[in-house]
């Protein structure tokens, strides 16, 4: 009876909600666009041609985003296909910053599918941070490319010189960087994708469970008809959304995005797998964890550890927007959230506390819709609508929150991806930006410091 006392308080304490405040906020506005490489084909000079639907648009800026069917596809204010690159849709931080302090991060595949983003280039950037002025500047872009046909399949550039990578190749989420290598953690294989700091790919990795392949309906080895379980075992957008670096032992851990799929293709219960990989022998070590989904959560968003055995590991649900702003009955309309943002966390896990099952433990968490801002700092981003029972507040209400990582014992970043034209977030009718948050937590860096 008394093991089982301590047990349930063991729980309690793990699922702990720690304060966050506001030390820092930054912004790269929405419509951000890049020029591609000179050596790039032209046709990537105009980008999401295929982001509208089933049918080709070639003229810019002909039509209005929209934040599709599940959130009342409101209009976004933002109209594509765009002339240039967008710099849009923040999805890994990696830990290890670059030689000039500036910080690296991964853009996403385009447009959110594989089918959508054939004329997106693939690309991570290394940007400054500069919380006096709330700018985010734009040091170096680095574009994936394949010259020495290390991946296996047919790429969309396959018969150009410098074969860029686009998001119709790959889907990178996740990043670090070791040595002169970047890693990059990808959901169509889902595989580990290694490259030099110049961007060219020097090696892919498929990737296994327990000997046996993973695989996503994405994945080009399959053929229609593919039958999960059988044929494809990870969600489309399910694969490693996470991969952190743990600095003590050099290994990479890798975290799919949402649970595996069951005999009918839909997550089969509220684990994650965490896989520990080798970047030293390019090999799958074989010790896998699980990551545990809290209450209300549909996924992660990103892993990032701050020590040898303890990691941040970002949690949400589908929903966007302010619950204040929330449509009356869930019906939607242009000026209202149908599936406002409910659950949006960042929990602090400890992978040398893993339970016999190999469950991770959850030390604490901090919630992203309700961090202190007692000077005010995120004001202009809200609107001036901050408020609350006890003083200034500010919320981070994106559907997609998927950047974490330490910034030294007191401070983490946070940043969005706003899923350029498609997401809203702050307004209802209007395009996220790429919001960037430096929050204070050194009660969340200190729990579990020693264990």
Excluded at 34 to 55: E, I, M, Q, Y
Excluded at 201 to 227: Q, Y
Excluded at 398 to 420: A, G, Q, W
Aim: charged share 20%; proline share 8%.
């Amino acid at each position: 009876f008394l093991a089982l006392l301590a047990g349930l308080a063991t729980a309690a304490r793990a699922e702990e909600t720690l304060p966050a405040t506001l030390a820092g906020f930054a912004a790269l506005p929405a419509l951000t666009l890049a020029l591609p490489p000179a050596d790039a084909p032209r046709d990537a000079l105009v980008s999401g041609k295929f982001a509208a639907g089933p049918t080709r648009v070639d003229a810019p800026m002909s039509v209005i985003g929209d934040t599709g069917p599940a959130q009342g596809s409101r209009p976004t204010g933002i109209a594509f296909p765009f002339i240039g690159q967008p710099v849009q849709g923040f999805s890994g931080l990696a830990m290890t910053p670059a030689a000039d302090g500036s910080v690296y991060v991964l853009t996403d595949n385009g447009f959110g599918t594989k089918a959508n983003s054939s004329d997106a280039l693939l690309v991570f950037h290394r940007v400054a941070l500069d919380w006096a002025t709330g700018k985010v500047a734009l040091k170096q872009a680095i574009y994936l490319r394949d010259p020495d046909r290390i991946l296996p399949f047919r790429i969309v550039n396959d018969g150009s010189e410098a074969r860029y990578l686009t998001g119709a190749d790959l889907d990178p989420e996740s990043i670090q960087v070791i040595g002169d290598s970047v890693w990059i953690g990808e959901e169509l294989g889902p595989w580990l994708i290694r490259a030099t700091l110049d961007g060219r790919v020097t090696g892919i990795f498929a990737t296994t469970i327990d000997g046996k392949p993973i695989k996503s309906p994405d994945n080009p080895a399959l053929s229609i008809p593919a039958a999960p379980v059988k044929d494809w075992q990870s969600a489309r957008s399910g694969g490693f959304e996470g991969m952190g670096l743990n600095p003590e032992t050099g290994m990479l851990w890798a975290l799919l995005e949402k649970p595996l799929v069951g005999e009918d293709g839909k997550p089969a219960g509220n684990l994650l797998p965490l896989l520990e990989f080798d970047p030293r022998t390019g090999g799958w070590t074989g010790k896998r964890l699980s990551f545990p989904l809290g209450a209300g959560a549909a996924s992660i968003g990103d892993l990032n550890f701050i020590d040898g055995h303890r990691a941040l590991v970002i949690e949400r649900d589908n929903g966007e927007g302010d619950a204040a702003q929330a449509c009356p009955e869930g019906k939607p309309a242009p000026d209202c959230y149908p599936v406002p943002a409910k659950v949006k966390r960042i929990v602090l896990i400890d992978i040398a506390k893993a339970d016999a099952e190999g469950r991770v433990a959850r030390l604490a968490s901090i919630d992203l819709l309700a961090i202190a801002d007692p000077d005010g700092k995120g004001a202009a981003a809200m609107g001036g609508h901050e408020g609350g029972a006890e003083g200034k507040s500010f919320s981070f209400p994106f559907v997609t929150i998927e950047n974490v990582m330490k910034v030294d014992d007191s401070h983490i970043l946070v940043i969005n991806d706003n899923n350029l034209p498609f997401s809203t977030g702050r307004s209802p009718d209007r395009a996220a930006d790429n919001e960037v948050l430096l929050l204070s937590v050194p009660e969340l860096l200190s729990t579990g410091i020693g264990g």
